[in-house]
C-alpha cells in the first residue's frame, strides 16, 4: 500500500474562498479504506452554497469563526438549524444532510472533512450535490416543471433557476452580509461539541493529552458512525504505538514530525516526516506511532466506528 502522508489537490478557488480534495487517485489508500477528506477554506464573507454529499462525515474547525445552516434527512419538516462554529468544534454531518456555511468573521475559516467512504459514488472521496447555481439541480429542471410546481409564471421560475451565478462557493457583498445574522457560538446545542476543550482521556506532563469523542458521549457522532480524535504532542513527545480494528485517518493540524506505521508479516511499511496540512491513513489493525518534533504537534483523526 501507498501511505505516505498527502497534501490535498486544489478542487475549486474563488473570491470567496477555496476548497480542497485527497483524490483517491492520488491516495489510492483512501479507496481501499473507504475513506474521505476534503478541506474548506472561506475567506471573510465567504458563502458555499447549499448542498448535500454522499458520505457521512464530521468536519473539525482548525481556525476562525464559521455560521452554518444544517437539516438532516430526518428533520426536512424542521426549521434549518443554525449554528456557530468556533476553532476546536467537532460537528458531525449526517449522510444526505443539506448545509450551507457562512464566514462572519474577520480572518480565513479553515475546516476539515474527514468522512466514512464505504457507500461513495467514487471510492475514496466525497461527491457533493448543489441546490442552486449552474451546477445546482434547480438549473437543470425545464423552467416549466419549475413553475408548476412552485405555482408562478414561467418567467419568474427561468430567474429563479438562473441568478444563482456562482458554483459552489462565493463572496457576499456588504449588503447581502448583512441579512444573515451571526449565530451564538457560546450558545449549547447537539450539533457540535469543542473537543479542544474537551477533558482529555491521558494526559501527560511534557508530554502531550489525547481527547476522543464517542457516540455514547455524542449522539449525532453515533449516528453518523465515526469517532473523533485530538492529540496534542509536545516538544520531542511520543505517541506509543497503537492499532484500531478499523482504519484510521489523521489529518496534521499544525507542527511537524515523524511518523512510523508496521503492517503485515511484521514489516516496517511508513517511515517519514509530516507536516501541517497533511493527511494520512492507517488501514486496520496496522500499528502507528508519531512523533513530534521541537515545536510540538497536532492531529485531528477519525476511526470509522462510532466505538
Known amino acids: 500500500m501507498e501511505l505516505s502522508p498527502k497534501f490535498p489537490a486544489t478542487f475549486a478557488e474563488t473570491e470567496g474562498g477555496g476548497y480542497y480534495n485527497w483524490a483517491a487517485a492520488e491516495s489510492p489508500v483512501m479507496g481501499e479504506a473507504k475513506v474521505a477528506a476534503g478541506k474548506l477554506v472561506l475567506k471573510p464573507r465567504g458563502f458555499a452554497l447549499p448542498h448535500y454529499a454522499d458520505c457521512p462525515k464530521v468536519g473539525y474547525v482548525v481556525e476562525g469563526v464559521c455560521g452554518v445552516g444544517l437539516t438532516t434527512p430526518e428533520n426536512t419538516k424542521d426549521t434549518m438549524t443554525y449554528i456557530g ?174 511518523v512510523e506505521i508496521v503492517g503485515l508479516q511484521g514489516k516496517l511499511v511508513l517511515n517519514t516526516k509530516v507536516e501541517s496540512g497533511q493527511l494520512f491513513v492507517v488501514p486496520k489493525l496496522f500499528m502507528v506511532t508519531i512523533s513530534a518534533d521541537e515545536q510540538g504537534m497536532e492531529l485531528f483523526s477519525i476511526v470509522t466506528s462510532s466505538r
Not at 416543471?145 to 458554483?167: N, P, R
Request: a neutral charge; hydrophobic letters at 40%; charged letters at 20%.
Open 85 to 258: 462554529l468556533k476553532k476546536g468544534d467537532v460537528i458531525p454531518i449526517p449522510y444526505a444532510s443539506v448545509s450551507w456555511w457562512y464566514n462572519y468573521g474577520d480572518s480565513d475559516v479553515v475546516i476539515v472533512f474527514l468522512a466514512d467512504a464505504t457507500n461513495a459514488y467514487v471510492a475514496g472521496e466525497i461527491t457533493y450535490f448543489l441546490l442552486t447555481g449552474p451546477l445546482g439541480h434547480l438549473a437543470a429542471f425545464s423552467p416549466e416543471f419549475i413553475a408548476k410546481t412552485y405555482q408562478i409564471k414561467v418567467e419568474k421560475a427561468k430567474k429563479l433557476a438562473d441568478s444563482q451565478k456562482g458554483v459552489l462557493l462565493l463572496k457576499l457583498s456588504e449588503e447581502e452580509a448583512k441579512t444573515i445574522p451571526n449565530p451564538n457560538e457560546e450558545l449549547p446545542n447537539i450539533w457540535t461539541q469543542n473537543i479542544d476543550a474537551s477533558c482529555p482521556d491521558v494526559e501527560v506532563n511534557n508530554g502531550g493529552k489525547s481527547t476522543t469523542l464517542k457516540g455514547s458521549q455524542f449522539p449525532l457522532l453515533e449516528q453518523v458512525g465515526l469517532n473523533a480524535n485530538h492529540l496534542v504532542l509536545a516538544a520531542n513527545a511520543t505517541r506509543a504505538p497503537s492499532y484500531a480494528s478499523h482504519p484510521r485517518m489523521f489529518y496534521v493540524a499544525k507542527g511537524t514530525g515523524k
